[in-house]
Structures are given as structure tokens and as C-alpha cells.
Antibody, heavy 120, light 111 residues
Framework: QLQLQESGPGLVKPSETLSLTCTVS??????????WGWIRQPPGKGLEWIGS???????YYNPSLKSRVTISVDTSKNQFSLKLSSVTAADTAVYYC????????????WGQGTTVTVSS | QSALTQPASVSGSPGQSITISCTGT?????????VSWYQQHPGKAPKLMIY???KRPSGVSNRFSGSKSGNTASLTISGLQAEDEADYYC???????????FGGGTKLTVL
């Protein structure tokens, strides 16, 4: 059974770079049938798609975050990562990683989420 | 890319049916039959309930159904149960450059 697990610092200072990793277990990140992505949810608010990556390295980003986001994949470790630069308090959120189906675009497997707070 | 529009809240009594709408544009919901719906209980990760507009993943109750007309997708929950009380989000494919757009979410209260 495929599982995703987010990891990374829970506290980031303003203007610094937020870095998170999602470890995929029970399946291969190199499957041609899936994208791997990040979604966030600010406290009390809705879901916001951040971006996705294909195992080949092709990336797709939310235009509103594109200038600050980098998503990368490490197939040897079965992991993919998120970097969000120049963070502010508005980036405080629960960050989820998820698997997105290549064919129907649905996100069928999610990590449990990790809370990241931006504060000095 | 603008978010899809959902009502902020809906409510219903046990046993009743409710419908949650999700309005997009001809660039997302209207152009692709790739709308998915997610259920989220407090403090939990979202769970896929409907994909490709009307298909249910294995294990999802047949009380959940989806449909689409023009630029609006809908999620219907029949035979409401207390456990259905949660937030629901729609999501649509919106093209290769911005493939994912979410709705703002709808809070379902079971009275």
C-alpha cells in the first residue's frame, strides 16, 4: 500500500527558504502513471495547489507561487522535495504531499500533512 | 488561475440528500471531464471521493455521486449520515500549464 510522508522543519524564519521532503513508500516514484505534488492549507482556510513534478523532472507550478517555488525529485531515494523561498507569515500552513493520476488528474494518495509556521 | 466557486456551507438532516455545486469556467470545469471531489475531516488529510466527474474510488460509499453540466460540477450525498459532516473540496484539471485548481471548500453540517 503506497504511503507518503512529509518531513522538514516546523518553524521557518521570515525571508528564509522553506524546505520539505516527501518520502514515497510501498511503490515507485518512477511510475509513468503519476505526478507527485504539493498542496497547502493555511489555518482555517481552503486547499491551495502549489505544484507537481513528473518522475522525468517536468514541473508544473501555481502561477501565483511560481517565482518562489522549486519542486525536485530524487528517484534513487524515492523522494520529492519542495522549496519555497522568501517566506512570510502568509506561508504558514499545513503542507501536504500527494500523488496525482496522470490520466484523470485526481489525487488519490495523500500524506498526513506537516505544519510549517513562519515566525521569527 | 481563479479558484472554483463553491458555497461556503450546506446542511441537511440525517437521511436527507444534499448537493454541493462547483462553478468554474470554460477553461477548466467546462472543458474537461476531470473534476474530482475531496472530503476532509478536521485535522485530517483530504480523501478522494469522486474522480472524472462521477466515478467513485474503491471503498467510497455509493451514497456519493457526481455530475457536471456546462461549467458547473456537483457532488450529491444521499442518505446523509453524521459521519458525512466534513469539508468538501472540488478540483478540476485546467490545462497543461496549470493543471490543478481547487474550489474554496464547502462545510457540510449534518443537523
Amino acid at each position: 500500500q503506497l504511503q507518503l510522508q512529509e518531513s522538514g522543519p516546523g518553524l521557518v524564519k521570515p525571508s528564509e527558504t522553506l524546505s520539505l521532503t516527501c518520502t514515497v513508500s510501498g511503490g515507485s516514484i518512477s511510475s509513468s502513471s503519476y505526478y507527485w505534488g504539493w498542496i497547502r492549507q493555511p489555518p482555517g482556510k481552503g486547499l491551495e495547489w502549489i505544484g507537481s513534478i513528473y518522475y522525468s523532472g517536468s514541473t508544473y507550478y501555481n502561477p501565483s507561487l511560481k517565482s518562489r517555488v522549486t519542486i525536485s525529485v530524487d528517484t534513487s531515494k524515492n523522494q520529492f522535495s519542495l522549496k519555497l523561498s522568501s517566506v512570510t507569515a502568509a506561508d504558514t500552513a499545513v503542507y501536504y504531499c500527494a500523488r496525482r493520476n496522470y490520466y484523470d488528474s485526481s489525487m488519490d494518495v495523500w500524506g498526513q500533512g506537516t505544519t510549517v509556521t513562519v515566525s521569527s | 488561475q481563479s479558484a472554483l466557486t463553491q458555497p461556503a456551507s450546506v446542511s441537511g438532516s440525517p437521511g436527507q440528500s444534499i448537493t454541493i455545486s462547483c462553478t468554474g469556467t470554460s477553461s477548466d470545469v467546462g472543458s474537461y471531464n476531470l473534476v474530482s471531489w475531496y472530503q476532509q475531516h478536521p485535522g485530517k488529510a483530504p480523501k478522494l471521493m469522486i474522480y472524472e466527474g462521477s466515478k467513485r474510488p474503491s471503498g467510497v460509499s455509493n451514497r456519493f455521486s457526481g455530475s457536471k453540466s456546462g461549467n458547473t460540477a456537483s457532488l450529491t450525498i444521499s442518505g446523509l449520515q453524521a459521519e458525512d459532516e466534513a469539508d468538501y473540496y472540488c478540483c478540476s484539471y485546467a490545462g497543461s500549464s496549470t493543471p490543478v485548481v481547487f474550489g474554496g471548500g464547502t462545510k457540510l453540517t449534518v443537523l
